[in-house]
């Protein structure tokens, strides 16, 4: 502990103090909550424990405290401010996770959504203090902190207004796993779509072909269909070979509308593809109605042989579908 207080003094400044309160609170939060840790696990896994609500509001007033006792000495400062990042990544990644709810980016109410500025302040509170420290990457696969934020500001243009598909029930053959989003398909339609972090709001499919149908409740006339599919190849994640979009009236006579080309070799592809199809057209120009949508998604199975795991089952990741 001397050796400790006697680093954060000389690193900190006058804020030393205080940066050693924030490692006894957080190391006490969690071992007060009894959870273990994991390399690979994202901090909403913890929103319910160590990173409550409560929590994190104590550690961001004790970094307040650490800012303002670190004032007039600009080095302290800017060491200070970099350290607060991973608590401002918590807060970003469970906003992300709780988009309408409590800690999330919107308020809702009338069914209107609208952000809140303070969630909106911290995207670029990350990025500027990411500049000050010299922060040029944020994980072991090179992701920048302009990239993180420009994903966290496309994750967070919710598909809620004009979106028929908003809140509706998704039915899948087979279910998705259950390590992902908990395996829970209501991500699909939640209004939010996923980013480049395959941990948050995206559903994944290992080594199999699936299949999505989705009830709008009601015949709606649909001019534009879109899904969304992840790549990260380091993490074994594959666009789909193709994906096929049919629709139907009563949910048991399907017309197909349209499907997208085989996948090729899967190299350097974009890190999120959306899947567009233009409506039905009933006659004319007018849009046919629909109530039930079905995706159906031939994976690649098994990693390709220019992949360093050639031969392993793939996965493929499906987020946000939108009808308008």
Same mark, same amino acid.
């Given at each position: 502990?001397?050796?400790?207080?006697?680093?954060?003094?000389?690193?900190?400044?006058?804020?030393?103090?205080?940066?050693?309160?924030?490692?006894?609170?957080?190391?006490?939060?969690?071992? *007060?909550?009894?959870?273990?840790? !994991?390399?690979?696990?994202?901090?909403?896994?913890?929103?319910?424990?160590? #990173?409550?609500?409560?929590?994190? /509001?104590?550690?961001?007033?004790?970094?307040?405290?650490?800012?303002?006792? =670190?004032?007039?000495?600009?080095? =302290?400062?800017? *060491?200070?401010?970099?350290?607060?990042?991973?608590?401002?990544? =918590?807060?970003?990644?469970?906003? +992300?996770?709780?988009?309408?709810?409590? @800690?999330?980016?919107?308020?809702?109410?009338?069914?209107?959504?609208?952000?809140?500025?303070?969630?909106?302040?911290?995207?670029?509170?990350?990025?500027?203090?990411?500049?000050?420290?010299?922060?040029? &990457?944020?994980?072991?696969?090179?992701?920048?902190?302009?990239?993180?934020?420009?994903?966290?500001?496309?994750?967070?243009?919710?598909?809620?207004?004009?979106?028929?598909?908003?809140?509706?029930?998704?039915?899948?053959?087979?279910?998705? &796993?259950? +390590?992902?989003?908990?395996? !829970?398909?209501?991500?699909?339609?939640?209004?939010?779509? /996923?980013?480049? !972090?395959?941990?948050?709001?995206?559903?994944?499919?290992?080594?199999?072909?699936?299949?999505?149908? #989705?009830? #709008?409740? +009601?015949?709606?006339?649909? *001019?534009?269909?879109?899904?969304?599919? #992840?790549?990260?190849?380091?993490?074994?994640?594959?666009?789909?070979?193709?994906?096929?979009? &049919?629709?139907?009236?009563?949910?048991?006579?399907?017309?197909?509308?349209? =499907?997208?080309?085989?996948? /090729?070799?899967?190299?350097?592809?974009?890190?999120?593809?959306?899947? @567009?199809?233009?409506?039905?057209? $009933?006659?004319?120009?007018?849009?046919?109605?629909?109530?039930?949508?079905?995706?159906?998604? $031939?994976?690649?199975? @098994?990693?390709?042989?220019?992949?360093?795991?050639?031969? /392993?089952?793939?996965?493929?990741?499906?987020?946000?579908?939108?009808?308008?």
């Amino acid at each position: 502990r001397a050796v400790r207080d006697d680093f954060l003094c000389g690193y900190y400044g006058k804020a030393g103090p205080y940066i050693g309160k924030y490692i006894e609170a957080l190391t006490g939060a969690l071992g *007060r909550s009894g959870s273990g840790l !994991d390399i690979y696990e994202p901090p909403t896994n913890h929103a319910d424990d160590f #990173l409550s609500a409560a929590d994190v /509001g104590a550690f961001n007033a004790i970094f307040d405290k650490a800012e303002a006792a =670190a004032a007039g000495d600009p080095a =302290a400062v800017r *060491r200070v401010r970099t350290a607060r990042l991973p608590l401002i990544y =918590a807060m970003l990644e469970i906003g +992300k996770n709780d988009m309408f709810g409590p @800690r999330g980016f919107y308020s809702e109410e009338n069914n209107r959504f609208t952000p809140k500025p303070e969630m909106i302040g911290l995207i670029d509170a990350f990025a500027g203090r990411c500049r000050e420290g010299g922060v040029r &990457s944020l994980n072991e696969s090179g992701l920048t902190p302009e990239d993180y934020t420009a994903g966290v500001r496309r994750f967070i243009d919710v598909q809620v207004e004009g979106n028929a598909a908003f809140r509706r029930p998704v039915q899948a053959d087979p279910p998705p &796993s259950s +390590k992902y989003a908990r395996g !829970d398909l209501s991500v699909l339609t939640n209004g939010v779509r /996923g980013a480049v !972090d395959f941990k948050v709001h995206w559903l994944g499919w290992e080594g199999r072909d699936f299949a999505l149908i #989705l009830d #709008l409740g +009601k015949a709606v006339q649909a *001019r534009e269909i879109s899904l969304s599919t #992840l790549s990260d190849q380091r993490s074994w994640i594959l666009h789909p070979e193709t994906v096929a979009c &049919s629709v139907s009236a009563d949910g048991a006579a399907y017309r197909e509308i349209g =499907a997208s080309p085989p996948g /090729g070799d899967h190299r350097g592809e974009e890190p999120v593809r959306v899947y @567009r199809w233009p409506g039905p057209i $009933e006659g004319g120009e007018s849009p046919a109605a629909v109530r039930f949508i079905r995706f159906s998604v $031939e994976g690649t199975r @098994r990693l390709p042989d220019w992949h360093p795991s050639a031969g /392993g089952l793939s996965w493929v990741f499906v987020d946000e579908i939108i009808v308008r």
